[in-house]
């Protein structure tokens, strides 16, 4: 069970979840946090580089230490972050965003956040689990490879009654909210407490997507997720399941 947290923030750093690892090795104990106001070498999945320019975003990674986990429930912890940082932004400042399945959250076909959940084994077991979020908060552009597919809290709320968000109460926000939501999940180790309420808010849910699998590449229809967090999708009646890993869910006309 999730408890305390013990903050800490940096300006600079290369990575939060490098930082978070590297305490995890000099035996830090569950519920560290840190925050960055700018990350030099942010990490996306699949060796992807995450923009977090300085002041204008979130980073934060937490330290987990989950006891007699199985290796197989560790990706679920994605899913579970996901729902937090959906429930934080809908919470503080109305934002009804979806889950762009597995780790990505997104408004108005935008993203607007990604989760990058990383572990490590010792002796056969999972001897920590580093959660990393990123949150673009105050970011007006975005260099142009991913302009068209980005989008921050400020540029959201602009859209209608305007306001600004603020990086420190997100960042508390999306803690508690993970909180609540991990120590569900912990109980049964997958999606039993919250796949209906995952659901709700799946992009996509019923509608073409594209699996872009490094093998094969195919048109599918998204159907929900099954309680290990896996996406449900359906091919030519048949049901199959995608699991995390080196595999993007594309809406058919783009990113969403
Ligand atoms: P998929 O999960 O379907 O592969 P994706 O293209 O968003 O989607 P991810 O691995 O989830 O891939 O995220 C990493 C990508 O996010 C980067 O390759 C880059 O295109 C994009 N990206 C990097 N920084 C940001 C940011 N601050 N805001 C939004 N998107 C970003
Ligand atoms: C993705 O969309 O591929 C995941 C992006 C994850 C970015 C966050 S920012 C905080 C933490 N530190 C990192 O280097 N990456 C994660």
């Not at 989950?66 to 996901?82: F, G, K, M, N, R």
């Not at 607007?112 to 959660?131: P, Q």
């Not at 990393?132 to 980005?150: L, R, S, T």
């Not at 309420?197 to 599918?220: D, F, M, P, T």
């Amino acid at each position: 069970m999730l408890k305390d947290y013990c903050f800490e923030y940096y300006e600079s750093v290369d990575s939060t979840n490098d930082r978070i690892k590297a305490r995890a090795h000099a035996d830090e104990v569950q519920g560290l946090v840190i925050s960055a106001g700018q990350q030099t070498a942010g990490k996306g999945r699949i060796g992807r580089k995450w923009e977090s320019p300085s002041h204008d975003s979130i980073a934060t990674s937490l330290l987990l230490r989950p006891e007699e986990i199985s290796l197989d429930a560790i990706p679920t912890i994605t899913v579970v972050a996901a729902m937090a940082v959906r429930d934080a932004l809908y919470c503080l400042y109305g934002l009804d965003g979806q889950i762009k399945w597995p780790n990505d959250i997104v408004l108005d076909g935008k993203k607007i956040c990604g989760i990058l959940t990383e572990m490590e084994l010792k002796d056969g077991k999972v001897w920590y689990v580093v959660v990393g979020i990123g949150v673009n908060v105050h970011n007006k552009n975005f260099p142009k490879e991913i302009a068209f597919k980005a989008t921050s809290v400020d540029l959201e709320l602009a859209k209608s009654e305007g306001g600004q968000g603020h990086r420190n109460e997100l960042t508390n926000e999306i803690w508690n909210s993970f909180k609540k939501y991990y120590n569900i999940f912990i109980e049964t180790q997958d999606m039993t407490g919250l796949k209906e309420e995952y659901e709700k808010h799946l992009a996509n849910r019923g509608n073409r997507v594209r699996i872009e699998a490094q093998e094969a590449s195919y048109e599918a229809t998204a159907i929900g997720i099954n309680n290990r967090g896996e996406l449900i999708v359906e091919v030519d009646g048949e049901e199959r399941i995608i699991r995390t890993g080196e595999v993007s869910v594309r809406g058919i006309y783009g990113y969403i």
